[in-house]
C-alpha cells in the first residue's frame, strides 16, 4: 500500500481513511508503539487487536487489550485476532497481523522445550509460533 501512495497510483485520502469506531478503539482500546507513522511521521501508531470466533459470541468483532487477549487465551478454545495499527494524527490504517490464540494452541508442545505463555506462544518467539504450529498440525 506504501508502494502504491509512493508511486502516486493511490491518494492519501485512499489510505488515511480511518473509520470513528476505529479512532476510538485505539484511544481507548489500543496499545502504544514506538513506530512512526509511515505516512504523516508525526504520531506514533497504535495497535487495536480484534477478536473473532465462534465462542465469543456477541463479543466477536470488538477491539481488545493484549491483557485481555491473555485472559481469553486461557478460557477459550481458538479465536482469531486481526491487528491494526492506527495514527490518530491522519487517519492512517492498516492490517498488519493476524494469529489464532486459545486452549487448543497450548495443548501441544514445542519443537525447542521453551515454555509457552498464555497467549498459545513460547516465550521466545510469541504468537508467531503458535501460527506455525497451528499450521503444522493441520497438516
Known amino acids: 500500500m506504501l508502494r502504491e501512495l509512493l508511486a502516486g497510483r493511490v491518494g492519501t485520502y485512499d489510505v488515511c481513511d480511518a473509520s470513528p469506531y476505529l479512532k476510538n478503539a485505539a484511544r481507548f482500546h489500543g496499545e502504544p508503539t514506538e513506530d512512526r507513522c509511515p505516512i504523516c511521521r508525526s504520531e506514533n501508531l497504535i495497535h487495536v487487536h480484534y477478536i473473532y470466533g465462534d465462542e465469543l459470541k456477541q463479543s466477536a468483532g470488538q477491539a481488545r487489550t493484549r491483557a485481555e487477549l491473555s485472559v481469553l487465551a486461557m478460557t ?9 495499527e492506527v495514527c490518530l494524527g491522519c487517519d492512517w490504517n492498516h492490517l498488519v497481523e493476524q494469529f489464532l490464540l486459545g486452549r487448543d494452541g497450548l495443548a501441544g508442545g514445542t519443537e525447542d522445550g521453551a515454555e509457552q505463555d498464555a497467549m498459545g506462544g513460547t516465550a521466545a518467539s510469541g504468537a508467531g509460533s503458535a501460527i506455525r504450529r497451528r499450521r503444522e498440525a493441520q497438516r
Open 76 to 84: 477459550l478454545r481458538e479465536f482469531q485476532v486481526f491487528v491494526v
